[in-house]
């Protein structure tokens, strides 16, 4: 699918950004043009990567007529812009409104006008039936995401537009397994929301496959989710204890915000929710080619989804403390053993 394509990545220094970068060039990608605002992130991936197949286009999502520049000759976009700390965007909602929603709106725009095959935006569990301001804002990239067909010229415009949601990235900058690494490693007491807490987990080479996949199987307008487990806080706290150290720990409870657990369908998307491949996916009861009777035709083998109330993190299987500790010291999290 991607031999040979020229391919927009918006946020594409972030950590999904590099990671997806490093995928695609693999993948025989003709071009990759990454597209963010920080130019000092640019230029260390730049020395880091040196590879002649990218280029480094400055910008913010929030610029329509700079994303229209960006678009022109592109085959498939992945959207990853955001604002993404939920406690900085409780306090400048209006801030993460101009990025997470009208910067949505002016991708799917540009994508329209340049005319690019496909363009998928990476979500999060927490849109769905979202507590915070954060979730709010990417529940509505999503739904102008998959109704962005409403717009679409069948005689002018080829788009596809895709949702992909997913939970947690296992040691993404900013979540908790960095988290509890730098405590334990500053002697410094683990600070513990809530125990019984639960999360979905991904790696970023499971989140990777997915959102690949995910952007071959996808005709427009579907939100795929990923047959993923979870893990609680209490199990993440132990398995690091246990390679590190154990400082102890303090209970600061829930943030504002923050759910105890997190959910990628919820009791009413199930309605339209399928099991396709190994993946699930939600149609648009708005979209004919979804309806039960006929669904079959463009995705063979699809089965109705029925063995959830809901897709929540409390409820799926969890990863087990040793599964756990293994996954975290072959990854890169851990630069020694014992502090």
Not at 41 to 64: A, N, V
Not at 85 to 111: L, R
Not at 154 to 170: D, M, Q, W
Request: net charge positive.
């Amino acid at each position: 699918m991607f031999q040979g394509k020229v391919v927009l990545i918006t946020g594409g220094t972030g950590s999904l950004g590099q990671a997806l970068t490093r995928r695609l060039l693999k993948n025989g990608v003709k071009t990759i043009r990454i597209f963010s605002r920080n130019e000092n992130k640019q230029i260390e991936m730049e020395s880091e990567f040196h590879d002649d197949r990218l280029r480094f286009l400055l910008g913010d999502i929030r610029d329509k007529e700079r994303l229209v520049r960006a678009t022109e000759g592109v085959d498939i976009v992945f959207h990853a812009a955001a604002l993404k700390h939920v406690p900085k965007i409780e306090y400048n909602p209006f801030e993460s409104i101009k990025t997470n929603v009208i910067g949505s709106q002016n991708v799917i725009d540009a994508c329209l006008e340049t005319n690019v095959k496909k363009a998928i935006c990476i979500g999060t569990d927490k849109a769905v039936s979202p507590l915070n301001t954060y979730g709010a804002t990417k529940l509505l990239m999503e739904k102008l995401f998959v109704t962005a067909n409403n717009y679409l010229d069948p005689k002018k415009h080829v788009t596809k537009f895709i949702a992909v949601r997913y939970g947690n990235v296992l040691g993404s900058s900013g979540s908790v397994v960095p988290k509890f690494i730098e405590q334990i490693k500053n002697k410094k007491k683990i600070t513990i929301t809530d125990n019984q807490m639960t999360r979905f987990s991904i790696t970023m080479s499971e989140a990777l496959d997915f959102i690949l996949k995910s952007a071959e199987y996808g005709q427009g307008s579907e939100i795929f989710v990923p047959k993923i487990r979870a893990y609680t806080i209490s199990d993440i706290k132990n398995s690091l204890t246990e390679i590190l150290d154990d400082p102890g720990e303090e209970i600061v409870g829930i943030r504002p915000g923050e759910k105890l657990h997190e959910t990628l369908i919820n009791s009413e998307e199930i309605r339209y929710s399928w099991e396709y491949q190994d993946v699930y996916m939600i149609t648009n009861p708005l979209y004919p080619m979804f309806h039960p009777t006929i669904i079959d035709e463009t995705y063979h083998g699809i089965k109705k989804l029925g063995k959830f109330k809901q897709y929540s993190s409390d409820l799926v299987d969890k990863i087990q403390k040793n599964e756990l500790k293994k996954i975290i010291e072959e990854s890169d999290l851990l630069k020694t053993k014992k502090c």
